[in-house]
Protein backbone atom coordinates (compact mmCIF):
# COMPACT_ATOMS: atom_id res chain seq x y z
CA UNK A 1 0.00 0.00 0.00
CA UNK A 2 1.61 3.60 -1.30
CA UNK A 3 0.15 6.79 -0.25
CA UNK A 4 1.76 10.00 -1.71
CA UNK A 5 0.91 13.92 -0.85
CA UNK A 6 0.65 16.84 -3.01
CA UNK A 7 0.07 20.27 -2.64
CA UNK A 8 2.07 21.70 -0.16
CA UNK A 9 3.50 25.33 -0.11
CA UNK A 10 4.36 28.23 1.20
CA UNK A 11 1.55 30.63 2.15
CA UNK A 12 0.54 33.96 3.71
CA UNK A 13 -1.76 34.42 6.79
CA UNK A 14 -5.34 33.86 5.51
CA UNK A 15 -4.20 31.85 2.72
CA UNK A 16 -5.44 28.77 1.05
CA UNK A 17 -3.71 25.47 -0.25
CA UNK A 18 -5.82 22.07 -0.97
CA UNK A 19 -3.51 18.82 -0.30
CA UNK A 20 -3.72 15.58 -2.20
CA UNK A 21 -3.48 12.11 -0.93
CA UNK A 22 -3.31 9.63 -3.99
CA UNK A 23 -3.13 6.19 -2.97
CA UNK A 24 -2.75 2.82 -4.51
CA UNK A 25 -5.35 0.40 -4.66
CA UNK A 26 -6.60 -0.83 -1.01
CA UNK A 27 -7.55 -4.40 -0.51
CA UNK A 28 -9.92 -3.78 2.54
CA UNK A 29 -13.23 -2.12 1.05
CA UNK A 30 -13.93 0.14 4.33
CA UNK A 31 -10.97 2.24 4.90
CA UNK A 32 -10.48 5.52 6.52
CA UNK A 33 -8.07 7.54 5.05
CA UNK A 34 -6.40 10.31 7.20
CA UNK A 35 -4.57 13.24 7.30
CA UNK A 36 -2.17 13.88 10.25
CA UNK A 37 0.43 17.15 11.22
CA UNK A 38 3.50 17.19 13.16
CA UNK A 39 5.07 20.33 13.87
CA UNK A 40 8.97 20.04 15.18
CA UNK A 41 8.95 19.21 18.13
CA UNK A 42 5.15 18.79 18.64
CA UNK A 43 3.31 15.30 18.07
CA UNK A 44 1.99 14.17 15.25
CA UNK A 45 -1.66 14.97 15.24
CA UNK A 46 -5.19 13.53 13.16
CA UNK A 47 -6.18 16.63 11.40
CA UNK A 48 -9.50 14.72 9.70
CA UNK A 49 -10.36 11.12 8.67
CA UNK A 50 -13.18 10.14 5.97
CA UNK A 51 -14.17 7.00 5.44
CA UNK A 52 -14.95 5.05 2.41
CA UNK A 53 -17.97 5.33 3.00
CA UNK A 54 -18.16 9.67 3.35
CA UNK A 55 -18.22 9.44 6.93
CA UNK A 56 -15.51 12.05 8.35
CA UNK A 57 -14.21 13.63 11.51
CA UNK A 58 -12.58 16.63 12.60
CA UNK A 59 -10.38 18.15 15.06
CA UNK A 60 -11.76 20.82 16.82
CA UNK A 61 -8.68 23.31 16.01
CA UNK A 62 -9.36 22.92 12.11
CA UNK A 63 -13.20 22.69 12.27
CA UNK A 64 -15.10 25.21 10.23
CA UNK A 65 -11.36 25.68 8.20
CA UNK A 66 -10.26 22.60 6.65
CA UNK A 67 -12.41 20.34 4.59
CA UNK A 68 -11.57 16.73 3.61
CA UNK A 69 -13.61 15.21 0.53
CA UNK A 70 -12.63 12.39 -1.65
CA UNK A 71 -12.56 11.18 -5.33
CA UNK A 72 -12.82 7.23 -4.52
CA UNK A 73 -12.63 6.58 -8.50
CA UNK A 74 -8.91 8.32 -8.45
CA UNK A 75 -8.03 6.61 -5.47
CA UNK A 76 -7.38 10.53 -3.58
CA UNK A 77 -8.85 12.40 -0.41
CA UNK A 78 -8.29 16.05 -0.04
CA UNK A 79 -7.93 18.72 2.35
CA UNK A 80 -8.74 21.76 1.44
CA UNK A 81 -7.07 24.39 3.97
CA UNK A 82 -8.62 27.77 4.60
CA UNK A 83 -8.12 30.50 6.44
CA UNK A 84 -4.72 29.54 7.68
CA UNK A 85 -2.78 30.67 10.55
CA UNK A 86 1.24 30.29 11.27
CA UNK A 87 -0.03 27.49 13.52
CA UNK A 88 -0.96 25.81 10.62
CA UNK A 89 2.75 25.53 10.03
CA UNK A 90 3.60 21.70 9.48
CA UNK A 91 4.51 18.81 7.73
CA UNK A 92 1.12 17.05 6.72
CA UNK A 93 0.63 13.09 6.16
CA UNK A 94 -1.81 10.65 4.93
CA UNK A 95 -2.62 7.53 6.19
CA UNK A 96 -4.82 4.33 5.86
CA UNK A 97 -6.09 1.76 8.56
CA UNK A 98 -7.73 -0.78 7.36
CA UNK A 99 -11.43 -0.62 9.16
CA UNK A 100 -12.98 2.52 10.69
CA UNK A 101 -11.49 3.68 14.12
CA UNK A 102 -8.51 1.20 13.45
CA UNK A 103 -4.91 2.26 13.42
CA UNK A 104 -2.99 3.91 10.75
CA UNK A 105 -0.07 1.42 9.98
CA UNK A 106 -0.15 2.93 6.17
CA UNK A 107 1.75 6.33 5.90
CA UNK A 108 2.71 8.62 3.10
CA UNK A 109 6.18 10.67 3.19
CA UNK A 110 4.42 13.93 3.74
CA UNK A 111 4.02 17.43 2.28
CA UNK A 112 5.35 20.80 4.39
CA UNK A 113 2.95 23.31 4.62
CA UNK A 114 4.17 26.49 5.56
CA UNK A 115 1.96 30.27 6.43
CA UNK A 116 3.83 33.18 6.94
CA UNK A 117 3.09 36.45 8.49
Known amino acids: VQLAESGGGSVQVGGSLKLSCTYSELAFRNREIGWFRQSPGKERKLVAR???????NYADFVKGRFTISQDNAKNTVYLQLNTLTTEDTATYYC????????????WGQGTQVTVSS
Open 50 to 56: ISTSGTI
Open 95 to 106: AANSWPGGTFHY
